[in-house]
């Protein structure tokens, strides 16, 4: 499985992106998908996920600010993002699960700063 993000970018506090990641390949049986993050000096941290049926779950920092969203039709996974803080700067990751396997993107960069 391929996972390719897109959608990164500068945006002022306050503001609002949307994050794609496109899955190709071998994408039979993809599980949960989701998004992690990673600032720089800090760990990756996972700040959303949905499951197969859709059900989505996220990280207690972006409660209420993100959305998450899925096409299987597409093999496409989105991270709306509203209300965006200095704090959300980070590399926004893409992951898949299939089966007992996890399979991450490259990354986009997202830069709230004014």
């Known amino acids: 499985v391929q996972l390719v993000e897109s959608g990164g970018g500068l945006v002022q506090p306050g503001g609002s992106l949307r994050l794609s990641c496109a899955a190709s390949?071998?994408?039979?049986?993809?599980?949960?998908m989701g998004w992690a993050r990673q600032a720089p000096g800090k760990q990756r941290e996972l700040v959303a996920t949905?499951?197969?049926?859709?059900?989505?779950n996220y990280a207690d920092s972006v409660r209420g600010r993100f959305t998450i969203s899925r096409d299987d039709a597409k093999n496409t996974v989105y991270l709306q993002m509203n209300s965006l803080k200095p704090e959300d700067t980070a590399v926004y990751y893409c992951k898949a699960s299939q089966f007992s396997l996890n399979f991450w993107g490259k990354g986009t960069q997202v830069t709230v700063s004014s």
């Open positions: 390949g071998s994408t039979y049986a993809i599980n949960a």
């Open positions: 949905v499951s197969s049926g859709g059900s989505p």
